[in-house]
C-alpha cells in the first residue's frame, strides 16, 4: 500500500515538475513567451482602458493601474531583449528603434506610438498566429464583460444622438460607440488569422455578419460597418486569388492602394478647402475629420521628430478637452510624430510587400494588413499595436536576412523568418 501511494504521488507531481521546467527553461531561453505575456496584459488592458469601467474626466483608479500594467510590460520587455540572441548590427537596430520610440514620446507625449516600437524591436521569434490568438481573446472578453456591466447596470451604457441627422447610437459599455465598433473590427480580423479549418470557413465569416450587424444597427458607427464589410470582402477576395494564383498580382494591387490611401491622407492636409465641393462632401462623410486636421497644421509646421501641439488648439470631445485631434492615422503621425517617423513606416510598409511579392506569399496577413490601412484614413487605432497587432510583421524586417522565405521552388508555405523554430504561415500559396 505504502509503494502503491508513493507511486500515486509520483505520478501527480512529476508533469506539474516538467510544466514548470518547462516554462523556466524556454523563459531563459531565446523565446518569445514573455513576450506574449507582455502583449497579452498590455492588448487586456487597452481595451478595457475604452470601457466605462474606467470612465474619462471621472476619479478612478485607472491612471495608478494602467502605471502598474505598464510597468510589467515595461518589465517583460526588457526581458525578452536580454534573453534575445542575434548579432550585434540587429541588436543594435531594435535598441535604436526602442530608443527612437522613447524619444517620440518625449516630444509628442503621447504614449502609444512608444510602446508599438517596443514591441516591434523586441519581435523577434513572434508568431503572427499566436499574437492573433491573444489579441482575439483581449477584445471579445473585454466586450462581453462591457456589455455584461452596462446590461446589469453595474456601468453606464452611452447612448448619444448624432449632432447631424439624430440617430442614436448605443456604447454597449463603451466610452464611445466607435470604441465598440473597434473593438469587432480587431476581434474579426484577429480571428480570420488565428482561427484553422473548417473553422475559418464558417464561424470567422459568421462573427463578422454578426459584427456587421452590431455596429450598422446599434453602434451605428458608419466606418467600422465599412470596415467590417471590406474584411468579409477581402478574405474572400484573397481565397480566390490563392486558388487561381494570382498572389503577387493581387500583392501588387494592396501595395498601391495603401500606398494612395496615405497620400491621399497628406494631400489632404495641405490642400483641403472646405470651398470645393469634393472636398466638403468627403469632410462630412468623415465627420470633420479633413478639415479639423487642416486646422492643426496651418497652425504649426511639420517637424522631423514630431510636436506635442501643447497649446496649439484645444478640442472639446464629450466634455473632455484635448489638445490634438486628428484621427486619420497618417496625418497624425506625421504632424504628432514627424516626417522621420512616417518615412520610415512608408519604407518599411513597401519593403514588406515587396518581400512577399518577390515570394508570392502572405496573401492573407497583407490582405488584412491592408484593411487596417484603409481603417487609418479615418481612425487612429490603425497604427496602434493593440489593435493592428499585423505591426509584429516589421519585427521579421529586423531579425532575419530573408524575412520571408518560400519552403519549396514550386510554391508551398512561406515562413516568416523571425521565427528561429521556422513558424510558418499557415496559408500555402502558389506563385504565378
Known amino acids: 500500500m505504502k509503494r502503491s501511494r508513493k507511486v500515486g ?17 524556454r523563459v531563459l531561453k531565446d523565446d518569445p513567451l514573455p513576450l506574449y505575456v507582455a502583449f497579452g496584459v498590455f492588448s487586456f488592458w487597452s481595451w478595457l482602458r475604452l470601457t466605462m469601467f474606467f470612465p474619462d474626466g471621472q476619479p478612478t483608479p485607472a491612471d495608478q493601474i494602467e502605471s502598474y500594467v505598464q510597468l510589467v510590460t515595461c518589465a517583460l520587455i526588457a526581458f525578452r531583449f536580454l534573453t534575445i540572441k ?11 528603434l526602442a530608443l527612437f520610440g522613447v524619444i517620440l514620446w518625449i516630444r509628442s507625449r503621447e504614449g502609444w506610438i512608444l510602446w508599438s516600437l517596443l514591441f516591434i524591436a523586441a519581435g523577434k521569434d513572434v508568431s503572427i498566429k499566436r499574437i492573433a490568438e491573444i489579441t482575439a481573446f483581449s477584445c471579445l ?15 453606464e451604457n452611452i447612448v448619444a444622438a448624432r449632432s447631424d441627422n439624430g440617430v442614436v447610437r448605443v456604447a454597449l459599455g463603451f466610452q464611445h460607440p466607435n470604441s465598440l465598433g473597434a473593438a469587432l473590427v480587431t476581434a474579426v480580423i484577429a480571428i480570420y488569422i488565428a482561427v484553422n479549418g473548417r473553422m475559418a470557413r464558417f464561424v470567422a465569416p459568421v462573427l463578422n455578419l454578426a459584427a456587421i450587424y452590431i455596429v450598422m444597427f446599434i453602434a451605428r458607427s458608419k466606418t467600422s460597418a465599412l470596415i467590417l464589410f471590406m474584411t468579409l470582402v477581402s478574405v474572400i477576395l484573397a481565397s ?27 494631400f489632404f492636409l495641405y490642400n ?12 462630412s462623410l468623415l465627420s470633420g475629420r479633413l478639415s479639423l486636421a487642416k486646422a492643426y497644421f496651418v497652425r504649426a509646421p511639420l517637424t522631423l521628430f514630431g510636436n506635442s501641439y501643447s497649446g496649439v488648439m ?31 513606416f512608408v519604407v518599411a510598409f513597401i519593403a514588406l510587400y515587396a518581400f512577399a511579392i518577390r515570394r508570392a506569399c502572405l496573401v492573407y496577413e497583407l490582405t488584412l494588413f491592408a484593411v487596417f490601412i484603409a481603417m487609418g484614413f479615418a481612425e487612429i ?32 508555405t512561406c515562413e516568416l523568418g523571425c521565427h528561429s523554430s521556422a513558424m510558418r504561415s499557415r496559408f500555402t500559396v502558389r506563385g504565378e
Open 9 to 25: 504521488v509520483h505520478f501527480r507531481e512529476e508533469p506539474r515538475k516538467e510544466i514548470i521546467g518547462d516554462v523556466i527553461s
Open 86 to 96: 542575434t548579432s550585434p548590427a540587429r541588436r543594435a537596430i531594435s535598441l535604436i
Open 141 to 155: 472578453s473585454v466586450t462581453l464583460l462591457a456589455v455584461i456591466g452596462s446590461g446589469s447596470g453595474l456601468i
Open 240 to 266: 480566390f486569388i490563392r486558388r487561381v494564383g494570382k498572389s503577387r498580382s493581387h500583392l501588387y494591387v494592396l501595395l498601391f492602394v495603401s500606398l494612395a490611401m496615405m497620400g491621399l491622407s497628406i
Open 272 to 283: 483641403f478647402d472646405a470651398n470645393i465641393a469634393l472636398h466638403e462632401w468627403l469632410d
Open 314 to 344: 484645444e478640442w472639446n470631445v464629450d466634455g473632455v478637452i484635448k489638445e490634438f485631434v486628428v484621427d486619420n492615422v497618417y496625418d497624425h503621425a506625421i504632424m504628432r510624430f514627424g516626417i522621420v517617423l512616417f518615412t520610415m
Open 381 to 412: 487605432l490603425a497604427l496602434q499595436i493593440h489593435s493592428d497587432f499585423l505591426l509584429f510583421l516589421f519585427s521579421t524586417l529586423i531579425y532575419s536576412s530573408h524575412p520571408l522565405r518560400k519552403t519549396s521552388e514550386s510554391g508551398g
